[in-house]
Every structure is written in C-alpha cells, then in structure tokens.
C-alpha cells in the first residue's frame, strides 16, 4: 500500500522487486559482452541491450492482455507456431538444408523458441477446461502428449535436441503442476529412459551421440567436442574468487573458449568476475524464478496458476542446462544463458515468459482489489 | 460441493507440488553454486595454470654454436649471420602474387617457384613455412625493403655454422644437422625440435655438443587459440655456446689435405715434444657447409656411390697393412733383443728357410746387409734372418709398445685397433700354431698386420724422440711430460740416420729430401700389397687392386721437432706417399715454398679440393636429374659408415697360408700422374 501511495498506478502494478535485478544482470551481461567482443559495444553489447528495450515493452505490453483474450487464443496460438514449424521444415526442404528460423528482416525468428512459451499457454488451457473430476484419468494425459509430441517431433527434425527437450520439459513440469497422478510420472520416467536409451543407439545423429559420449568421459576428445567444456572448466576455475578484472579473460580473449558471447557466456563472465560474479548471477535468477513462483502460488485460478508455473519452469530449464553444461554437469546442447547471452530469439522467449508472469501479476491485483 | 472439494485438492496439490519444484530448483541453484565454488576455489591453481599455458607460448631461440679453433685461434669452425625468409601462409593476402614477387627477388628457377607454391598451399595457417635460407644481403634486403606489400613474408637473421676450409676438417670436426627422432629420445628436450636448431652430427661437433650447444634463448608470446601471436611478453637472448680450441693448425690441415689431391689418402703430423696433433687430413672428403640443413640426396648419393669412401675418416678408421714402414720398429725390438746392429747377412735376392725360399723384393739381391742397411735399402732378407734369430715375441711387444694395435684417448668417435699379430693371437683367431712365413710377413708389415695412419704417426714419434709420446686434439695450454721408452740414445741414434739416409742418403725415398737448406727429415717407405702377384703387379690396372703406399717421417732428423705417417690407398707404392710427405713439411718449415708446388699441382688437377668438390657435385647433379632416392637419417648414415670401413679393412678371413712376396720398391710411379 506504501508503494501505491509514492508511485503512480501504472508504475506501482510493475514488479520492481524483480525487474530491477533483472535490469542489473542485463547490464552485467552487456559488460560480459562488451568484453567477449574484445572490449567493444559492437557487435553484441548495444544490440543486446536494445533487445532488452524493445522486449521488455513487449512483456509490458503482454501485461496487459486480458485473460479471457488469453485463454481464447492458446489454441489458435499453438496452431500458429506448430504451423511455422512445418514452415520452417518445408523451407529448410527447399532450401536443402536443415533451417531453424525465419528472416522476419529485423529478427530471425526461431519458431522453435515461441513454441516453448506456447506450450505452456495451450495445456494450461487445456487443463483449465477439462472437467476436474478426469484429471486422474487417461482421457487427461492423452491430449497432452499429443500436444507436447508433435511440436518436439518437428524440433528434433531440425534437428535442436537442446530445444526439443525444452519443449518437453515445460510440458512434463505442467502435466505435474497439473496434478496428474505420480504413478504415470513413475512410469513416464522409466518408459523416457528406455526411450532415451533406443534413442541415442537409433535416432539420434552422430554429434549428438558423441556429445552425450563425451560429456559421460570429457578427457576421451580433449581437442574435440570436450574441447568445450574443457576449455569452459578452465576459463571458471581460473577466474577464482574474484577473477582476472573486467576485460583480461585469457581464455575469452584469446579464443580459447567456444562461443564466449552465446552458450558460453557464463564462463566468459566466471572468469573475470570470479566466484562473486557467478553468485550473483545465481543470486538474480533465484529472485526472478521464486518471483514467478510465488505468483503462480498466489494466482486467482486454475489457469493463470498453471501457466505461471510453467513459464516459471521453462526460464528454470534454460538457467539450469546452461550452466550445468558450461560447469561440466550436462552435455553440451546448445541452450543460451537468459538475460546474458547474445541471441534475439532467446531473449524474445524468456521475455515472453515474463511478460505473461507480469500479466498473471497483475491479474492476481485486479482480482484481489476486485474481491477487496 | 464435489467439484468444490476437488478444486480445493487440486490447488493442494498444486501448492505441494509448485513447492517440490521450488525445492528442486533451489537444490539446483545451490549445486550450480557449490559446483562453482569447487572448480574457482579448490580447483583454481590447476586452471590457472592450464589457462596460463594456454595463453602462453615459449619459442626458443637456438643458441649460437661456440667456434671450434686451431692451434692459433683461427676458427676451423665458426657461424655465419644467414639470411632467410619464411612465410606465416595465414597472413598473405594474395598467394600467386606474393609467390611470384618472391621468385623474381630471391631468382627462383621455375622449378623451385612451383615447388614454393604447393607447399604453401599446403601449409597449416599459422606456422612458419621456410621460404629460403643462407640467401646473400642483397637478396635479403631486396626483401625487407618491399616488405610493405608482402604482408606475411618475414625476412629472418639466424646463424648457420660455417667451415672455412671445408673438406679439409669434414671427417676431423664432422658436421652439424637438425636433431634426429633417435636423438630425440635419448634427450627429449624442446630445444632439439626447435626450427634452426642444429646439433653436431660427427666428429668433434658431436663429441664436445654439451660444450659447443650454449644456453638457448627465448621468446615468450601470448598466442590465440589456432596460434596467433598476440604479442611479445618477454625475451631472453641466448648465451652462445664455448669454444674449444684444438693441437690442429689449420693451414697446415688444408694444405695437407689439398695436396693429397686425386689421391685418396690420410696425412699425420704430430708435435714431438708434446703430442699436438698438428694435421688430420682425411681425403677425398665431404663438405660439412652443405650439410647442416641435411644431406641432400644427390649429395649422399655422390658419397656414397665413390669407391673412395668420402665418408670415412681414414686417419682412424683406415686399417693397412704397413709394410716396410715397421723395419725402423722391428729393428728397435733387434737391438732391445740384443743384436749386434752391426751384424751382418748375405742378401741373395732371397732367403731359405727349411724347405721354402723367402723372396727379397730387390731380385737382384742387396748382397752383405747390415741394420742400417736393411733399414735404408729396405732389404727383406735382412729382416727374414734375423727374425727366424730373435722371434716373434720379441717384435710384438715392440710393435705395441710404439702404438700399433693400440688406441689413444682422444675425443673421437671411433678409432680402429688395427692388428699386431703374435702366436697367441693366431691359436685363438685361426685356430692355428703360428708359422715361420708368419714371422717373415710380420717383419716386413704384412700378412696380419694392421694399423691405421694414426698408429704410424705415432710409431715414428716414439722411435724419433724415445719419449712414450702421447697423440692429442685439445690444447690446454699444459705442456704434457712423457715416460721414456726405455731405448739407449745409441739405439734412438742409429735408427735415426738409417731413416736419414732412407731420404738423404742411399736409401730408398731420394725424391723425399726437403728443399731447404739446413733441414733434413728422415723417413721409411712402404708398398703394402692388397691382391697376390697372380692378379695384379700392383702399380697399374683397377685402381682397387694396386698397393698401397706408406710412409712415416720425422724432422728435422737429428733434433726431431715434428713426424708424422702419410698412406695413400691404392697408390701404387710408397711413391705416392713421400712426396706428400715432402711438400707438407715443406709447408711447414718454409709456407710460400709449399705452396708454390702445391699452386703448380692443382692447376693441373683443375682447383682445390673445395673447388673440385663442387664442381664434381655440379657434375653429378645434372646427370643424376632428381630422380635419386633421398638419403638415410644420420644415425643410420654413421652406422653405414662404419660398416663400410670394415668390411673396406678386414683381417684375412682365414689364415694366411704363405709368404708375401715383397714389391719392389724403388722405382714407384710418381703420385702425379696416377690416373683418377
């Protein structure tokens, strides 16, 4: 009630809590990035930062939707994106090679990266319309399935390990939020290794397959692929506790390390900011995802609470396999750091995903103010 | 109220459950945290320093080699500021372009154009590809000044080991080369794998490496990834290596080895007084100049197709027999066996012992024969008789102890034995008791007996001066003091005027006399047969089937200063030795005297050896074209060496079954005219 009184109505609504540690690392991460271009604004830090502008007046903008307009379009939403998908592919086709965006001309467009906010959006309205007695019952995880399945299909066609399982995962942490019975988690999990197993023996491609190999015995290809992670281990564990000073990363600058300005930023960062800087990296992504739970918790309904959880869940995935990869606990997939990698695509989706929390946010004052 | 109560279980389990997600992704965080903490913290030494050597490149610079020099301090052996250009491929913008503007400076043939092409287009981006090397300054500058639009070309200074006298010191210094993976191995160092780095292959260089190698400098740069210099962070010059300084002359060592000329042979001379070394001359030779980047192929082939081994240093590992060359030193071992030296004996033209008849090599016979005699006319019967007197084991222990069938502790690579046959060396060799015609060949150095041009040159030190002399390469600056040999002076003296008059007297080597006034050097010829009479005379047909001529001196005679041995293989007789002899202690005494004759030979030999050598290796080339196959790696190429020489040397392979029948002597082809 403070905060409503010294700012105006608009201004107050914003969640300052979060949105002023998240500016903070957008603009460590412009450091970062001023550094990896060899201390530089051009080519990543300015465009990074822009990005940053631009996007978060989108996810302002996404605060503002309605929620009945929201629950309407989730399934025209998911059509949308599953047909730029077979867009993508068929062009890819044309073109005679793989392809994974779309030149909008001012962005390339990942249509895999909208997918993984759209997934959320469309079971958790899925979820919301189902009557409730039937959540333990099949006829509640079959049309799931069938809408996380054929978006990952598409991706892993691509082929994009690292998003396909993005894709899957916000839709297995929704399923769960849901309240879908443990017992199919139990079974879903044992049915995903063997699948995995029969996966990596059969589907997957020859890189993929090495790098699960090699991130299972990194030493067994030090100048191949655990060349990566080799080299991300050793720009970390150089920088110490403080780290060589803003500007002297050996290993960043003298292109030891592999994309210092995208996947590998983390490392970038680590070793010349050290111990101190990697903390409070960490430290902003534990404020923003406890933000977004606690909205999800304080949600009015069904629908925004899944759908909070679930975007919650998709920026925790990307945090998590980035720097369980570039710290040696994942293999190398190829999934950016949010808010600090260069990328436009990745930025757009994780601002997505804001944005619609900030709208849950604010959903959850109007209705509250409503009931009050 | 259902659907109420399962709503309200639904939002249960949606909190319980939003809370185990909120759990696992703290958990995360603080693994991720953890994780951290242990590679930054605990593990942090160990990345820094692999990020410290990653950032960090150590380039060596190889040390300057020390010079190797003479008696006088002129270097037999010195380095040479060398030009060179290389090329970082990864640089050059316009490849044909900077090909084509570096051709027409440095005047490649289009050959050695295209040549410089393909490897540049396949070289791996950022290392060095030599482009040129031990190119001139004017080339060198022609280079740099254009520079500006040969972005990539880098025109270098290093040091190249240069000889002077070339093939005059090849088999004494040996030659320098870039490391071999054997070598490698036995001292896995990053200096021996460093470009420009050569390290001695042979001879001296090889033998005092650790002394000659000096202390490398460095270049330490902070490089990228794929290579790139980033920039210099520090320098350290290099400590050139030590000198040595050798017994050798170095003029007297080059105009030795000139005037062996055609021939294929080895000159000794040695200090009397302390052992110096004064000359080592082994020819025909190689140039160690055009080996330090390697053997070329043509080059090796040339070697070592030559039925004269230009490979081997014959002063050490040339085994022959002596020949007459050992009557000085068995008449020594007469008179320590107590010989009247002024007996006599009847030389008939031939000797019988028992049923066989020992053949003198004067036919006509030298009729009565006393030592001084024997020694200077060279008469064999005089040595059949009295060595049937006084026995092998008086001649042998003579002969080892003058320094034959021994070797001495100089710093070589190897040295031969050679052979001084006894009865006890025959049972356990052959299997056979010895023979009266063993002692008749041992007498006159033949049958077993072998030793090489060092041996010789020693022999006639110790019966010159009496003293044990001990041969020597190092100067040290210490005048060495020798035991005596135990001789009476009146033994020293009456073998020294028998070997006076070999030259200055009666005797048989009258064209060996100095052309200088007051000075008179004493020596003993000797023809040592390689085939029997029945397949060649010795002086004419394949040049591998005539004798070989022998000849050690000293001088002056009466007051020895300096001796020394000359063979010349296969040269026909002792003929082609003394005047070898002759005209190196010409040199000696008397420079510009020796010279003058030596100007007059070469004219006709068409240059120095230098200058022949090159012209012979020109000669081949162009026949050759380039189809020869490339030449082995050093170490196989010594190993090859050796071999060779042995089985060039070997001792009979079974036992002499008869007498030689001595050549003649005196009369012998003179070395000028011995066809090539």
């Known amino acids: 009630m403070r905060r409503a009184l010294t700012l105006p109505a608009p201004l107050a609504q914003i969640p300052w809590i979060m949105l002023i540690p998240l500016t903070a690392l957008v603009l460590f991460g412009a450091a970062v990035l001023h550094s990896a271009a060899g201390g530089s604004m051009s080519p990543y830090a300015t465009s990074h930062l822009v990005r940053f502008g631009v996007f978060l007046v989108m996810a302002l903008a996404i605060s503002y939707v309605p929620r009945e307009l929201v629950l309407s379009g989730a399934y025209p939403a998911y059509g949308a994106v599953l047909l730029l998908l077979v867009a993508v592919e068929a062009l890819g086709a044309v073109s005679g090679g793989s392809q994974r965006w779309l030149d909008l001309g001012f962005i390339r467009l990942q249509p895999s990266e909208l997918m993984k906010p759209t997934i959320v959006l469309v079971l958790a309205s899925f979820f919301h319309t189902i009557p409730i007695g039937m959540i333990s019952s099949w006829r509640a995880l079959g049309p799931p399935l069938v809408l996380i399945a054929l978006p990952m299909a598409l991706v892993l066609t691509q082929p994009d390990l690292g998003t396909a399982l993005a894709i899957g995962f916000g839709g297995v942490v929704l399923l769960f939020l849901a309240g879908i019975p443990l017992r199919w988690f139990v079974g879903g999990g044992v049915v995903a290794m063997i699948a995995a197993l029969l996966a990596y023996f059969f589907a997957l491609h020859d890189y993929q397959r090495n790098r699960v190999t090699v991130f299972l015995d990194p030493e067994s290809d030090p100048l191949g692929t655990g060349y990566h992670i080799t080299q991300s281990k050793i720009a970390i564990g150089s920088g110490g506790i403080i780290g060589k000073g803003f500007g002297e990363g050996s290993q960043s600058h003298l292109d030891y390390l592999p994309e210092p300005h995208t996947d590998f930023v983390f490392a970038t960062m680590a070793e010349e900011w050290g111990l101190i800087g990697g903390l409070f990296v960490l430290l902003v992504f534990g404020i923003v995802l406890r933000w977004g739970l606690e909205v999800a918790r304080a949600a009015p309904d069904r629908f925004s609470r899944l759908l909070a959880g679930g975007m919650t869940a998709t920026i925790f995935f990307y945090v998590a396999i980035n720097l369980m990869m570039v710290m040696g606990l994942a293999p190398v997939v190829g999934i950016p750091l949010p808010f600090m990698s260069h990328g436009g695509s990745s930025m757009m989706t994780n601002m997505i995903c804001l944005g619609t929390l900030m709208m849950i946010d604010r959903w959850t004052r109007n209705s509250g103010s409503a009931q009050l | ?676």
């Open chain 2, 1 to 676: 109220m259902e659907k109420a109560i399962s709503s309200h279980g639904l939002k249960q389990t949606f909190d319980r459950r939003t809370f185990v997600i909120g759990a696992v992704q703290g958990g995360v965080g603080l693994l991720l945290a953890a994780r951290m903490g242990y590679i930054a913290v605990a593990e942090n030494e160990k990345y820094r320093m692999e990020a410290e050597s990653n950032r960090v490149n150590l380039t060596l610079i190889p040390p300057r080699r020390g010079w190797i020099l003479d008696r006088n301090g002129s270097p037999l052996a010195s380095n040479r500021a060398d030009f060179r250009v290389d090329i970082i491929p990864e640089r050059v913008g316009d490849l044909g372009g900077t090909v084509r503007t570096l051709s027409e400076l440095l005047r490649f043939s289009p050959a050695e154009q295209q040549d410089l092409h393909d490897r540049l287009e396949g070289a791996a981006g950022f290392s060095a590809v030599p482009v040129a090397e031990n190119i001139d300054f004017e080339a060198f500058a022609a280079v740099s000044v254009r520079l500006p639009e040969l972005p990539g070309v880098m025109p270098q200074r290093g040091y190249s080991r240069y000889y002077p006298t070339g093939p005059a010191v090849g088999h004494l210094i040996g030659y320098v080369g870039a490391a071999s993976r054997e070598e490698y191995e036995l001292e896995p160092i990053p200096l021996l794998v460093t470009p420009g780095f050569r390290m001695g292959k042979d001879g001296l260089e090889q033998q005092f490496e650790q002394r000659l190698r000096g202390e490398p400098g460095a270049r330490r740069v902070e490089v990228t990834a794929s290579g790139r210099v980033v920039r210099d962070l520090e320098m350290r010059d290099d400590v050139q290596g030590n000198p040595i300084r050798l017994t050798i002359d170095g003029p007297l060592q080059d105009y030795a080895a000139r005037r062996l000329g055609l021939e294929s042979g080895s000159v000794v001379v040695m200090d009397c007084l302390t052992g110096d070394l004064m000359c080592m001359a082994s020819m025909p030779s190689f140039d160690p100049n055009s080996f330090s980047d390697g053997i070329g192929r043509v080059e090796y082939q040339m070697l070592s197709e030559n039925e004269r081994v230009p490979l081997r240093n014959k002063v050490l590992k040339g085994l022959y027999p002596p020949g007459s060359t050992v009557k000085p030193m068995v008449s020594m071992s007469f008179l320590h066996g107590g010989l009247d030296p002024e007996e006599t004996v009847f030389c008939g033209g031939g000797l019988q012992v028992g049923n066989r008849r020992f053949g003198c090599w004067n036919r006509r016979g030298h009729g009565t024969v006393n030592m001084a005699k024997g020694i200077y006319q060279s008469c064999d019967v005089y040595f059949y008789h009295f060595a049937q007197r006084l026995g092998m084991d008086v001649i042998a222990p003579m002969a080892r102890r003058c320094g034959m069938g021994q070797t001495f502790p100089l710093p070589v690579n190897s040295q031969f034995f050679g052979t001084v046959p006894d009865p006890a060396w025959k049972l356990e060799k052959y299997g056979e008791p010895w023979a009266a015609f063993d002692t008749v060949n041992a007498t006159i150095g033949q049958g077993y007996m072998l030793a090489n041009p060092l041996q010789l040159a020693v022999m006639a030190t110790r019966l010159a001066t009496g003293q044990k002399v001990m041969p020597r390469l190092l100067l040290d600056g210490q005048a060495p003091r020798f035991d005596p040999m135990g001789f009476p002076a009146e033994h020293v003296q009456l073998v020294r005027q028998a070997m006076s008059d070999v030259v200055n007297g009666p005797g048989t080597a009258g064209r060996a006399r100095l052309p200088i006034e007051g000075i008179q050097m004493a020596g003993k010829t000797g023809t040592a047969q390689v085939v029997g009479l029945n397949i060649s005379n010795g002086k004419s047909g394949p040049w591998r089937h005539r004798d070989h001529g022998l000849f050690i001196f000293f001088a002056p005679f009466d007051n020895p200063r300096y001796a020394g041995a000359v063979v010349i293989e296969h040269g026909g007789g002792s003929g082609a030795a003394y005047p070898v002899a002759r005209d190196v202690m010409t040199f000696l005494f008397d420079p510009q005297k020796g010279l003058d004759a030596l100007h007059a030979m070469e004219r006709q030999w068409g240059g120095t050896a230098q200058e022949r050598l090159a012209a012979d290796y020109a000669r081949y080339a162009t026949a050759a074209g380039v189809d020869v196959p490339p030449p082995p790696d050093p170490v196989t190429l010594a190993r090859q060496v050796d071999a060779e020489a042995r089985a060039a040397a070997p001792e009979p392979a079974a036992a002499v079954a008869g007498a030689v029948t001595p050549r003649e002597d005196a009369e012998p082809l003179p070395s000028t005219d011995a066809p090539r």
